[in-house]
């Protein structure tokens, strides 16, 4: 009786630390995912504002900026490690694509549901603030995306995978 206890206690564990792991590499993910976006969405909008694009065209770029950065951040390090170009573009598409759209979806709504903050001008602290308020609430949306992609064995796994061949 002692020794399955025992077992019982060891395979909580290893579930405990599964989920750890997984938590880990979905938190890793998320914040991979955020790079790219930020990076995109910022450039996107400061060009939009700077050319005085309206709101729809500079979300457009923006939008379209966030994909590019961040397939380009999957990209890399898949090419960096000898995965040839086809491959590593099709692993990327199918790790990010979601995690990307979901962050975006949530950054450009929180973005233009604060009044006032997509017209706000790049000196404005409004609009600084409201786009730093929307990157975080994507990457909370996201998070969970990426642990659910992951924990199939889709997602960011499927990178990870090419990481350590």
């Known amino acids: 009786m002692q020794e399955s206890h025992h077992g019982h206690e060891h395979s909580g564990h290893r579930v405990q630390a599964a989920s750890v792991t997984l938590n880990r590499l979905a938190l890793a993910a998320t914040a991979h ?29 923006a939008v379209t900026l966030a994909f590019v950065f961040g397939y380009a951040f999957t990209l890399q390090p898949l090419l960096a490690g000898a995965v040839p170009f086809r491959r590593a573009l099709s692993l990327a598409l199918a790790s990010d694509t979601l995690s990307i759209t979901v962050m975006e979806i949530v950054d450009n709504a929180v973005v233009l549901v604060i009044p006032g903050a997509m017209d ?46």
């Open 33 to 61: 995912c955020l790079a790219g976006c930020a990076i995109g969405e910022v450039l996107g909008l400061v060009i939009g504002l700077a050319l005085g694009l309206g709101n729809a065209s500079s979300i457009a770029l």
């Open 120 to 165: 706000a001008g790049l000196s404005s602290l409004l609009f600084w603030t409201s786009l730093a308020l929307s990157l975080a609430l994507a990457f909370v949306a996201a998070f969970p995306v990426n642990r659910w992609l992951i924990s199939q064995g889709r997602g960011h796994a499927l990178v990870h995978a090419h990481h350590h061949e």
